[in-house]
C-alpha cells in the first residue's frame, strides 16, 4: 500500500483512518482488530460515572479502546490487560470532561468556524459520501457525534491555549540545544522521490490467469506509453488506482514507505525516466520519477519556528497535571 492517510484529533478519542492504493480501508482493518477485544457487551448506553452531573458511558470508554489498539497496533488485550487500559482511559475521559467544563466558562471566537473548517477537512480525505459514512459507522460515530467530538477538542485546546500560553516562554538557547540534541533524530533528511504510477491492480486471491491478463494489459499500456501517449492522460483512464484522480501522482516518499519493489525501482530511476512493469502485492506497476530529492539537514533558522512552538506546547502540557488535579479536588465525581 503506497501511502496511508490518518486524520487524528489532537486531544480527544477522534480518529478517521483512509487508505490509498489497498484494496480494504484501514478504518475497517481498525474495525477488525477493535471486535477481537475480549470485553464484556453491556448497554453501550451504560453510565460509568458522572462528572459534575455529565455521565460518561460504557460506549464512550469501548470506543476509547477501540482506537486505542489502532493507534497501539495492537490486536487483542486480555482481561487483565484489558481492565487497566478500561481504568486509565476512564481516568482520561474523566480527565477531558474536566477539561471541557472548564472551556465553557471562556469566551472564544470563532469556534464555529473552527469547528466546521476541522470537518470539512476530515471530510475531504474521502471520496464520497458513502465512505466517509462508512468510516464513521465502523468508529461507532454518527456525524453529530463527531462534530460534537470536535467541538470538545477545539474548545479545550483553545482553553488550554488562553490560560497557559501567554504564561510560558521559550528561549532561543533551548531551541538551539533542542536542535542540536536532536538533529541526527529530527533534522537530517533521508533522500526521497516524488513519482507517479499506473497500477493494474489484483485482488488477494487472484488465480493465475487473472495474473497473466493483468500482467499482458501492463506491457499493452507500457508500450503505448514509450510511443509517447501522455503519462498522466493514460493514468486517469487505466490505473486503478484512486492516485488516478491526480494523474497517477504519489507525492513524495522516502525509504520504507513504499512495498520493496515499488520503492527499489522509483529509487533507480532519474527525472522523467519511466520503469518497466513492476510487480508487487498490489498489482502490476509502470512507474514515472517527478523529482529526486537529495538526502539534507535542514538548517536551524528553518525549523527555529517549529521548535520553539513544539518546547512551548511540552511547557504547558507539564501545567495540565496540576490543572486538571485542581479541577478534580472541586469536581463531583460519583461512580454509578
Known sequence: MPHLKRIVSSTLTVLLLTAVCAGASVAEEAAAKGAQVQTSQPSPGDTLLKVNGKPITRQEMDRAVKIMLVQTGTKQLLPDAL???????????????????????????????????KLAKDRAAYKTDAEYEAALARMEMDRNQLKEFTRRDIAINNMIEQRFAGKVKVEESEAKKFYDDNRAKYFEKNASVRASHILIGLGENASPEQKDEAKAKADALLARLKKGEDFGELAKKESTCPSKEK???????????????????????????????????????????TEAIPARVEPYEEVKG????????????????AFIKELREKAKIEKA
Open 247 to 289: 494523474g497517477g501522482d504519489l507525492g513524495v516518499f522516502g525509504s520504507g514507505d513504499m512495498v520493496p519493489p515499488f520503492e527499489k525501482a522509483a529509487f533507480a530511476l532519474q527525472p522523467g525516466e519511466m520503469s518497466g512493469v513492476v510487480a508487487t502485492v498490489f498489482g502490476y506497476h509502470i512507474i514515472k520519477l
Open 83 to 117: 481492565k487497566q487500559a478500561q481504568a486509565a482511559i476512564l481516568e482520561q475521559l474523566t480527565n477531558s470532561e474536566l477539561l471541557y467544563q472548564a472551556s465553557l466558562e471562556m469566551k472564544m471566537k470563532d469556534l464555529d468556524k473552527q469547528v466546521d473548517e
Open 306 to 321: 517549529k521548535i520553539m512552538d513544539h518546547l512551548k506546547r511540552e511547557k504547558v502540557r507539564a501545567e495540565l497535571p
